[in-house]
């Protein structure tokens, strides 16, 4: 018998940007009329499967800084935890999970804001795979922590502090699940079968190891009844095929499936879930014949499909 995998995953999206740091510029009078347009920024990154190893970039957010005075400034942008403390890698909250991100620039950080007008510096939030290997799916926020600065000139210190606004980043961790191939692919079965009757107590057992799922998940099989090839014509009191008791668990998920002769393909999934999100988890599956008619000789196969789908 062979074992198929089956997993299913969510798309993530990968850019090119560059970090925020503060640029030189040169420092004019009249900076003490800024503003930054509309107060608190906030960005939003989207879906991040960390089981794609894939980055992931947000859209990009324009800030506008206004200038009510009569004067240009010169200026540069940062955003960070305080005036003067770099952090170039931010944190995303989830109750005790954090995610790990990047606010970047995708313009010039130094520019000048012309008086009775406005200037705009364009920023996004990325979603590094290196340091994010693995997160609990859900909803992960940063907020409190950050703010955007806008400083005269390129000093990042508390002095030249022009005008401030609270930073605000969002990703939700997708729900998704990765299975590795099995340990053993195959599972002979020709030695349970003497005199053309299934040895129903022999056990053949298989496993995937290093599972993962950013949530609880179900586990669910698939198959139909080993087949004989060529199936041959049919003969009173034998049959041309070989069901099979299949047995699946992972992490308190559990489910049986039983082929039924010539009804095709069964389906069953596990009625719960396992228990949390898991990383190097383990799927034990365990085949056994089932009693029928004498078997008539050939060489018999099927296909046995695995799936691990995580929950809502």
């Given at each position: 018998?062979?074992?198929?995998?089956?997993?299913?995953?969510?798309?993530?999206?990968a850019?090119?940007?560059?970090?925020?740091?503060?640029?030189?510029?040169?420092?004019r009078?009249?900076?003490?009329?800024?503003g930054?347009v509309?107060g608190?920024v906030t960005?939003?990154?989207?879906?991040?499967?960390?089981?794609?190893?894939?980055?992931?970039?947000?859209a990009?957010?324009t800030?506008f800084?206004?200038?009510?005075?009569?004067?240009?400034?010169?200026?540069s942008?940062l955003?960070?935890?305080?005036?003067?403390v770099?952090?170039?890698?931010?944190?995303?909250k989830?109750?005790?999970?954090t995610?790990?991100?990047?606010?970047?620039?995708?313009?010039?950080l130094?520019?000048?804001?012309?008086?009775?007008?406005q200037?705009?510096?364009?920023?996004?939030?990325?979603i590094?795979?290196?340091?994010?290997?693995?997160?609990?799916a859900?909803?992960?926020?940063?907020a409190?922590?950050?703010?955007?600065?806008i400083?005269?000139?390129?000093?990042?210190?508390?002095?030249?502090?022009?005008a401030?606004?609270p930073?605000?980043?969002t990703a939700t961790v997708?729900?998704?699940?990765?299975?590795?191939?099995?340990?053993?692919?195959?599972?002979?079965?020709?030695?349970?079968?003497?005199?053309?009757?299934?040895?129903?107590?022999?056990?053949?057992?298989?496993?995937?190891?290093?599972?993962?799922?950013?949530?609880p998940?179900s586990?669910?099989?698939?198959?139909?009844?080993?087949?004989?090839?060529?199936?041959?014509?049919p003969v009173?009191?034998?049959?041309?095929?070989?069901?099979?008791?299949?047995?699946?668990s992972?992490?308190?998920?559990?489910?049986?499936?039983e082929?039924?002769?010539?009804?095709?393909?069964?389906?069953a999934?596990s009625?719960?879930?396992?228990?949390?999100?898991?990383?190097?988890?383990?799927?034990?599956v365990?085949?056994?014949?089932?009693?029928?008619n004498p078997?008539?000789?050939?060489?018999?196969?099927g296909?046995?499909?695995v799936?691990?789908?995580?929950?809502?």
């Open positions: 018998m062979r074992a198929r995998i089956m997993t299913r995953t969510m798309g993530a999206l850019l090119a940007g560059l970090f925020i740091a503060t640029v030189a510029g040169e420092a009078a009249g900076c003490n009329d800024l930054i509309g608190t960005i939003d990154a989207g879906s991040f499967n960390p089981l794609l190893g894939s980055d992931l970039n947000s990009n957010r800030i800084i206004s200038n009510s005075g009569p004067g240009s400034c010169n200026v942008a955003i960070r935890e305080a005036p003067a770099a952090n170039p890698v931010k944190e995303m989830k109750g005790a999970d995610l790990s991100y990047r606010a970047l620039s995708a313009s010039p130094s520019f000048t804001v012309p008086g009775n007008g200037a705009s510096v364009t920023v996004f939030v990325r590094e795979a290196a340091l994010n290997p693995f997160l609990p859900g909803l992960y926020e940063d409190g922590i950050n703010e955007v600065y400083y005269e000139g390129n000093t990042a210190s508390d002095a030249a502090v022009r401030q606004a930073f605000v980043a997708a729900a998704a699940c990765d299975l590795p191939p099995p340990d053993v692919a195959t599972l002979d079965f020709s030695s349970a079968i003497s005199n053309g009757l299934a040895n129903t107590g022999a056990v053949l057992s298989s496993g995937f190891s290093g599972v993962r799922c950013t949530s998940a586990i669910t099989l698939t198959a139909d009844a080993l087949r004989r090839s060529p199936s041959g014509a009173a009191g034998f049959d041309n095929f070989i069901n099979f008791r299949a047995e699946a992972f992490d308190g998920a559990n489910v049986v499936l082929t039924e002769g010539d009804s095709g393909d069964e389906t999934t009625a719960g879930q396992s228990s949390a999100a898991t990383s190097g988890g383990s799927v034990v365990d085949v056994n014949l089932m009693a029928g078997i008539l000789a050939g060489a018999y196969s296909v046995l499909t799936a691990v789908d995580p929950g809502p």
